[in-house]
T-cell receptor, first 116, second 109 residues
Framework: EAGVVQSPRYKIIEKKQPVAFWCNPI?????LYWYRQNLGQGPELLIR????????DSQLPKDRFSAERLKGVDSTLKIQPAELGDSAVYLC??????????????FGPGTRLTVL | RKEVEQDPGPFNVPEGATVAFNCTYS??????FFWYRQDCRKEPKLLMS?????NEDGRFTAQLNRASQYISLLIRDSKLSDSATYLC??????????WGAGTKLIIKP
């Protein structure tokens, strides 16, 4: 079974430029998460989707960040315009809500963003 | 105060030693607890869930003390391949995962 797929793996942009990340979760997983992870820190949740609905976006900086999961499958996270402080690894994770007891999240390899 | 706090690390231990990680959490309503492992420049992966009665998986033992809001992970007979960052994770009031900063473990031959 394929895992969580993310692209691109690496992205280098100049500040004020836009950038987009794509994620395809594990087939059948209805819950999708976007996290940001800075060096030496744990992942910080940006947004959580259950199917196509964003159920928790309280930590998403909405002035510059946006996300969508139109058909409840793959998802895109966008930053416009990017700032130097946005340099981080952006991780996508998915989970099968029916596995509520286990609560395991499966992560993609992440996109390492560098803003110059 | 952070919601989930872990030993700052790194821990440098010789191969074969026993190593213990500590974690405290602030939300007394947290219901689920986990240890994830993250290799350098890789994504986090679930190592084990932590149950109230304590649980063991081979060389790994996890324990939970709800009264003290404390979680631990013990690794016995450590191997070189155990070198990684160990992340303590608890669930929040909206069933979201709240992550500690992680403790880096370096096993030396």
């Amino acid at each position: 079974e394929a895992g969580v797929v993310q692209s691109p793996r690496y992205k280098i942009i100049e500040k004020k430029q836009p950038v987009a990340f794509w994620c395809n979760p594990i087939s059948g997983h209805n819950t999708l998460y976007w996290y940001r992870q800075n060096l030496g820190q744990g992942p910080e949740l940006l947004i959580r989707y259950e199917n196509e609905e964003a159920v928790d976006d309280s930590q998403l900086p909405k002035d510059r960040f946006s996300a969508e999961r139109l058909k409840g499958v793959d998802s895109t996270l966008k930053i416009q315009p990017a700032e130097l402080g946005d340099s981080a690894v952006y991780l996508c994770a998915s989970r099968n809500l029916r596995d509520r007891f286990l609560n395991e999240q499966f992560f993609g390899p992440g996109t390492r963003l560098t803003v110059l | 105060r952070k919601e989930v706090e872990q030993d700052p690390g790194p821990f440098n231990v010789p191969e074969g030693a026993t190593v213990a990680f500590n974690c405290t959490y602030s939300n007394s309503a947290s219901q689920s607890f986990f240890w994830y492992r993250q290799d350098c420049r890789k994504e986090p992966k679930l190592l084990m869930s932590v149950y109230s009665s304590g649980n063991e998986d081979g060389r790994f033992t996890a324990q939970l003390n709800r009264a003290s809001q404390y979680i631990s992970l013990l690794i016995r007979d450590s191997k070189l391949s155990d070198s990684a960052t160990y992340l303590c994770v608890v669930t929040g009031s909206m069933d979201q995962l709240i992550w500690g900063a992680g403790t880096k473990l370096i096993i030396k031959p």
